[in-house]
């Protein structure tokens, strides 16, 4: 089993759609747990960090459920420039430890 | 803050060669990770420094070596180059948890 699995993609939507992704990772004592978006031939940036008591940035809502070892983000009205692909991201059990990156999930936006 | 700094930003060489790639954190930051990203992939782990030493290693094979200098700048050096070595290579900075990407260096092996 992969240490972070993601929906498979792509993920192809209108604007103004909402959008979910979901994510899972096995590793039972991760700590920290991100989203990370990554436009084509870039860097990932941090997108939003996710708390288990669920965390809200404007149109975007990241939940954590630690007992089923279970991430998800909500994108609410899409924008073409939400296209980009979606990177569940995974900490370990003390800071400093590498991240541990889930394949990602394409996103893309149509008008 | 000019951010994390990668060069060169695009690389090409031959099987066999040898490559060198360069990182400098984040102003304040003195951890340095290196990742590899395969197209279509996540990036993955390859080895991290502190304190101008290997903290922790990913499962990549010795031909992947690394350096952090004082300045925590960081190098990452990869030696008989096989075409599969083709990838965007990531350096991170980070202080706690949250990590800093540079824009990468991809490379191609031919």
């Known amino acids: 089993r992969k240490e972070v699995e993601q929906d498979p993609g792509p993920f192809n939507v209108p604007e103004g759609a909402t959008v979910a992704f979901n994510c899972t990772y096995s590793n039972s004592a991760s700590q920290s747990f991100f989203w990370y978006r990554q436009d084509c031939r870039k860097e990932p940036k941090l997108l939003m960090s996710v708390y288990s008591s669920g965390n809200e940035d404007g149109r975007f809502t990241a939940q954590l459920n630690r007992a089923s070892q279970y991430i998800s983000l909500l994108i609410r009205d899409s924008k073409l420039s939400d296209s980009a692909t979606y990177l569940c991201v995974v900490n370990g059990v003390v800071g400093n430890t590498p991240l541990v990156f889930g394949k990602g999930t394409r996103l893309s936006v149509i008008a | ?110």
């Open chain 2, 1 to 110: 803050d000019a951010g994390v700094t990668q060069s060169p930003t695009h690389l090409i060489k031959t099987r066999g060669q040898q490559v060198t790639l360069r990182c400098s954190p984040k102003s304040g930051h003195d951890t340095v990770s290196w990742y590899q990203q395969a197209l279509g992939q996540g990036p993955q782990f390859i080895f991290q420094y502190y304190e101008e030493e290997e903290r922790q290693r990913g499962n990549f094979p010795d031909r992947f070596s690394g350096h952090q200098f004082p300045n925590y700048s960081s190098e990452l050096n990869v030696n008989a180059l096989l075409l599969g070595d083709s990838a965007l290579y990531l350096c991170a900075s980070s202080v706690g948890t949250e990590a800093f990407f540079g824009q990468g260096t991809r490379l191609t092996v031919v």
